[in-house]
C-alpha cells in the first residue's frame, strides 16, 4: 500500500522556477517506479516525467525536456519535480504517482501502469 502527498505547487510567473516534491508512506519506496502527469482545465491528464526505481534511468515528455529534472531519494521516500523556465502551458494539477515493479530500471510513461496517484498540487503559471 502507499500514500503519495504532493506539495510544491503555487503561482509563478513564466520564465521562474518552481520544485515539487511528492512524500510516500511505504517503507519500500524504492521498489517502485514514480511518474509525474498533469492536468491542464479542459485536458486530458498526460505524461510529464518518469523514474525508474534506482533514479538511474528517466524519460521527458517532448514538452517539459531540458525544463524540468526528475529525482528521487529513496533514503527519504521523496520524488521530486524541478520546474525551470516554466511556461503558461505548464499550468495545470501536477499528480505524482507510483508503480510497483520488478525492474530496477524501467520507467513507465502511461496512467494505465501506476498503481498509485496522489491528490495533486496546482501549478499556475502567469503570463
Known amino acids: 500500500q502507499m500514500q503519495l502527498i504532493e506539495s510544491g505547487g503555487g503561482l509563478v510567473q513564466a520564465g521562474g522556477s518552481l520544485r515539487l516534491s511528492c512524500a510516500a508512506s511505504?517503507?519500500?519506496?524504492?521498489?517502485?517506479?514514480m511518474g509525474w502527469f498533469r492536468q491542464a482545465p479542459g485536458k486530458e491528464r498526460e505524461f510529464v516525467t518518469a523514474?525508474?526505481?534506482?533514479?538511474?534511468?528517466?524519460n521527458y515528455a517532448d514538452s517539459v525536456k531540458g525544463r524540468f529534472t526528475i529525482s528521487r531519494d529513496n533514503g527519504k521516500n521523496t520524488v521530486s519535480l524541478e520546474m525551470n523556465i516554466v511556461k503558461p502551458e505548464d499550468t495545470g494539477v501536477y499528480y505524482c504517482?507510483?508503480?510497483?515493479?520488478?525492474?530496477?530500471?524501467?520507467?513507465?510513461?502511461?496512467?494505465?501502469?501506476?498503481?498509485?496517484w496522489g491528490q495533486g498540487t496546482q501549478v499556475t503559471v502567469s503570463s
Open positions: 504517482a507510483a508503480k510497483a515493479t520488478i525492474y530496477t530500471e524501467n520507467y513507465y510513461l502511461k496512467e494505465i501502469q501506476y498503481d498509485y
Open positions: 523514474i525508474s526505481r534506482t533514479g538511474g534511468s528517466t
Open positions: 511505504t517503507r519500500t519506496f524504492n521498489s517502485y517506479a
